[in-house]
């Protein structure tokens, strides 16, 4: 079951010259900033309410952000939904004929499992699917 918005992703060429607009003229506040070196990307982080803008600065020309970049340019990358259960969501989508990008949730440091909806099955929206840890 789809919980919320967790986040919209948007790719920029500079983290810095992008929050002059999302938190300087526009007034978001920044969280922090980390960088994920196993996607090769820097991440600045804005709350919304209870979801985020998330600014994606590629660190690493080949990543799949920085392909991403070099491809499209600067624009938003993706919708993130948080899920209860991301199996059974995979697994109902994948049911439905949906086209996963992930045939198993990645993880990240924080223990967030995260896959993948591809943007051919979700009217060209890349779709990111989020289980946060409990506890």
């Given amino acids: 079951m789809v919980k919320r918005i967790d986040h919209v992703a948007v790719v ?12 300087d003229a526009l007034g978001l ?6 960088r994920n070196e196993t996607e090769g990307v820097a991440i600045a982080f804005l709350p919304v309410g209870e979801s985020e803008i998330e600014l994606l600065e590629p660190t690493d020309a080949e990543s799949g952000i920085g392909r991403y970049l070099a491809k499209r340019g600067q624009g ?13 969501t995979m697994a109902r989508l994948t049911a439905h004929g949906v086209e ?5 949730p ?13 943007p051919r099955s979700a009217s060209g929206v890349l779709v ?3 289980q946060k840890p409990t506890g």
């Fill in 76 to 88: 938003m990358h993706h919708v993130c939904v948080e899920v209860d259960d991301i199996e059974g």
């Fill in 106 to 118: 990645r993880l990240r440091d924080d223990g967030t499992r995260y896959a993948f909806v591809h």
């Fill in 12 to 23: 920029v060429e500079n983290l810095e010259a992008a929050l002059a607009f999302w938190r």
């Fill in 29 to 34: 506040p920044l969280t922090r900033t980390e």
């Fill in 100 to 104: 996963l990008i992930n045939e198993t």
């Fill in 128 to 130: 990111e699917l989020y």
